[in-house]
């Protein structure tokens, strides 16, 4: 009988007890440490310390396989009062302390668990997420590379310290680990995933698309490596490749929105502005009363200059009910687009009413009167836009180019676009505004400077190629 108990005590503590049983073994373990032996062996119970805490880490077990991790850490902590030296029992007693939020006691036990075995792995790497939960993730990291020394081809260590230095920003580090992992890994695709997300990081897109081809093949429908090599494509100009790729995601999830919407992206990019609508037409029919997905698509056919397609597809998300600021605010421009200056100002009336401290209303009023050539109002609007936000960079810019383009106002125009500047310095069309107010003050040197470095930033923008043409005349007249 001995052996039997001790194979079931065995059973016990490594949680695989059936369920059935479970509420019986608890019933009799929980009168007490003696009980335990008495069911089965009588007067011949062992009295020693280590099967005492046996007993009661027994029952902890059990409690922790009913969800019960409060009940389970006064057990583990009785069994380690009477048998300290038992690791895997602070082991488990950090578990339970992790289970209930108490990091830091999780931590001591891991801790002790470790110097009591110094080979287990175990401690260790529930050491490290501990760690990592409360930021230390330099000592996240040692603990990672000690279970690494121990044991070299540890995957789940060698993987959890790639994603650690991935997210110190380590990158190069990271990367040389994820190597390591696919030569022993081949056939995982997420390892590969993640090897391509690194390169991609990295700046290195040839190596990325190369390594999330690799996801693909080992599981075809893998959404989000799918995804990422569509963006990838993108991001290269090789359109048709892109639409493949999102293509092959959506069949792997037909109701992946975000796809939609990468689709709609890349087919407007190729040109193909039929395949685009229907992708925005199916998004629609996803979620109805989603005002995006309608604006997106009315956006679309306001960059074709075709206000009137915006218009009708606008108010089909009014016919759903919809009731929304932004709704409002692109409908509002679509009229603007149109001509049709009424309703324009109708729906933007509609979203003042709705949020009147909004200041993209504001901006939204200020360009629909600058249309009307009411240059009043939409200064205005303009500066209520900036006392709303003051970091609001376009509508310093556009309020200081109107200044320019007027000949007005031409100091302030400087310090406004200037301002603009201070919140974008990279901003092409904020470079060229400052070198036409330079210009319109008489500076032509200093908007020639403006205007070249505007041109590189934006090489072919009619406008921008219109002032510097301008300003190379008046140097050379000079």
């Not at 119970?45 to 009913?66: C, Q, T």
């Not at 401690?123 to 020394?149: G, N």
């Not at 109708?346 to 009023?365: G, I, T, W, Y």
């Amino acid at each position: 009988m001995k052996k039997i108990l001790v194979y079931t005590a065995a059973f016990l503590m490594l949680g695989i007890c059936p369920p059935s049983t479970l509420e019986a073994a608890r019933d009799t373990l929980s009168k007490g440490t003696r009980s335990l032996w008495d069911v089965n062996i009588g007067s011949a119970r062992p009295s020693d310390p280590f099967s005492k805490a046996l007993a009661h880490y027994a029952i902890g077990v059990i409690y922790d396989n009913e969800g019960k991790a409060n009940q389970a850490l006064e057990e583990y902590k009785k069994a380690l009062e009477l048998d300290p030296k038992i690791s895997y029992l602070h082991t488990r007693l950090g578990v339970d302390y992790f289970l209930t939020k108490d990091i830091d006691a999780a931590v001591d036990e891991f801790k002790t668990a470790k110097i009591l075995d110094p080979l287990d792995t175990k401690p260790r790497f529930l050491l490290a997420l501990a760690y990592t939960l409360q930021k230390k993730l330099d000592l996240a990291q040692k603990e990672y590379e000690s279970i690494v020394r121990i044991s070299p081809n540890d995957i789940a260590a060698l993987g959890s310290l790639a994603d650690l230095l991935v997210i110190q920003e380590k990158i190069a580090e990271a990367l040389a680990i994820y190597e390591k992992l696919v030569e022993k890994e081949k056939n995982s695709s997420l390892l590969y995933f993640n090897l391509g997300l690194i390169y991609a990081r990295l700046d290195k897109p040839g190596k990325a698309i190369e390594a999330l081809n690799k996801a693909v093949v080992i599981e075809p429908n893998y959404l989000e490596a799918l995804i990422g090599l569509g963006v990838l494509y993108e991001m290269k100009k090789d359109l048709p490749n892109a639409i493949i790729m999102f293509e092959r995601a959506l069949k792997a999830d037909p109701l992946d929105a975000n796809t939609y919407y990468s689709l709609g992206r890349v087919y407007y990019e190729a040109k193909k502005i039929d395949d685009a609508s229907r992708q925005y037409e199916s998004l629609v029919k996803l979620n109805p009363k989603d005002p995006e997905p309608y604006i997106e698509w009315a956006g679309m056919y306001i960059q074709d200059k075709r206000p009137k397609n915006a218009i009708n597809i606008l108010n089909k998300a009014l016919s759903e009910g919809i009731k929304d600021v932004s709704l409002y605010m692109a409908l509002g421009y679509a009229y603007g687009e149109d001509s049709k200056n009424d309703e324009a100002v109708k729906f933007c009336n509609l979203a003042l009413e709705m949020s009147p401290a909004d200041p993209r209303v504001h901006f939204q009023f200020a360009v629909q009167y600058d249309k009307m050539k009411d240059r009043q109002a939409a200064q205005k609007s303009l500066r209520e836009t900036i006392r709303l936000d003051p970091k609001f960079a376009d509508a310093y810019n556009y309020l200081g180019y109107m200044f320019a383009e007027d000949g007005v106002n031409l100091d302030e125009a400087v310090e406004l676009i200037k301002k603009a500047l201070e919140l974008d310095p990279e901003n092409g069309a904020y470079i060229d505004s400052l070198g036409w107010a330079y210009f319109q003050k008489g500076d032509a040197a200093g908007a020639l400077t403006e205007l070249e470095k505007a041109a590189r930033s934006m090489p072919d923008d009619p406008e921008i190629k219109g002032h510097l043409k301008k300003a190379r005349e008046k140097l050379k007249k000079k």
